[in-house]
């Protein structure tokens, strides 16, 4: 099992930044990719960023050049810091993982609010 929180959300105006964190806890040595999903009111969660545990890192067509994802292997943790926002990257932001074995854990979400 693995457990992951987030924290670092809240309310920014537009072109503001915010940094997201989540530190897993649990079977921490099982875990594989680390990533960030978001969804906002109405709408499916969508991919956001990922990072694997060797740190290499892809990020949506839609956050590209704006957010950043970071990884800190021995504190097991993963930033999101989130440059340049807009009203539209307003969402409920999740933390994921994968581990070896195939599986796949979420956190419970953080808020995310972009005014204009």
């Known amino acids: 099992q693995v457990q992951l929180v987030e924290s670092g959300g809240g309310l920014v105006q537009a072109g503001g930044s915010l940094r997201l964190s989540c530190t897993a806890s649990?079977?921490?040595?099982?875990?594989?990719?680390m990533g960030w999903y978001r969804q906002a009111p109405g709408k499916e969660r969508e991919w956001v960023a990922t990072?694997?545990?060797?740190?290499?890192?892809n990020y949506a067509d839609s956050v590209k050049g704006r957010f950043t994802i970071s990884r800190v292997n021995a504190k097991n943790t993963i930033d999101l810091q989130m440059n340049s926002l807009k009203p539209e990257d307003t969402a409920v932001y999740f933390c994921?993982?994968?581990?070896?074995?195939?599986?796949?854990?979420w956190g419970q979400g953080t808020q995310v609010t972009v005014s204009s």
């Open positions: 649990g079977i921490i040595f099982s875990i594989n990719d």
């Open positions: 990072i694997t545990r060797g740190g290499s890192t």
């Open positions: 994921t993982c994968s581990t070896i074995r195939g599986r796949s854990y």
